[in-house]
């Protein structure tokens, strides 16, 4: 009778970038609002690294309900041209519900969109988030509430789920009327690293 051979080691994963950059941007991917719909909100901010370095080829995606809380977006994000192939973007009129944007030479990305409505009863609106960045094994989920919802946060479960010292860093920061500041830290200390959210 033989031995039995020696289990063999599991592959390792293949990181998720930053070859995407190359082929999933697409043009005005940042430009979720109707061109000149008077409701519109920049939201913008960096990705940085544990160290707290800049990451300049990372890939954020946003996922929204529209003003109203539906989550039923236009379809249109990549359309194409006809004659060409190429991908032409957005419309310009419809709000699709989705963006996505490549960050730049130092680490920044924003997105023009509309403020998000509840699209459930009892829960605060949010902009969810997908990142993907080089040294990832997966992509990241996350979201985005805006400060003046503050009132329905109190009773959103998912939020209300995290400790305290956590919950600020799913908040953006107004800096201005219609401006939000929002840093997505991939590692970090307690109360530094960005919440990340598991779906199974």
Do not use: K
Not at 155 to 164: H, I, N, S, T, W
Not at 168 to 185: C, H, K, N, Q, S
């Amino acid at each position: 009778m033989g031995t039995s051979p020696a289990p063999l080691e599991p592959t390792p994963s293949q990181t998720v970038g930053p070859f995407y950059g190359y082929a999933l941007p697409f043009p005005g991917g940042e430009e979720l609002a109707p061109a000149g719909h008077p409701g519109t909100i920049t939201v913008h901010g960096h990705v940085y690294d544990g160290a707290g370095t800049s990451v300049p080829d990372a890939l954020v995606e946003i996922w929204q309900a529209d003003e109203s809380g539906s989550l039923e977006g236009a379809p249109g994000s990549l359309r194409r041209d006809p004659v060409t192939g190429a991908v032409v973007g957005r419309n310009g009129v419809d709000f699709t519900g989705f963006a996505r944007i490549a960050t730049d030479a130092s680490g920044r990305w924003f997105v023009r969109t509309l403020p998000p409505g509840p699209h459930r009863e009892g829960r605060a609106p949010y902009l969810s988030v997908c990142v993907f960045a080089r040294g990832l094994l997966h992509h990241m989920f996350t979201r985005i509430y805006l400060p003046e919802h503050a009132a329905a946060l109190a009773a959103d479960p998912v939020f209300g789920e995290l400790p305290e010292e956590r919950r600020r860093t799913l908040v953006a920061v107004e800096e201005r009327p219609g401006v939000y500041r929002f840093d997505i830290r991939l590692q970090g200390g307690a109360g530094e690293e960005t919440v990340f959210l598991d779906f199974a």
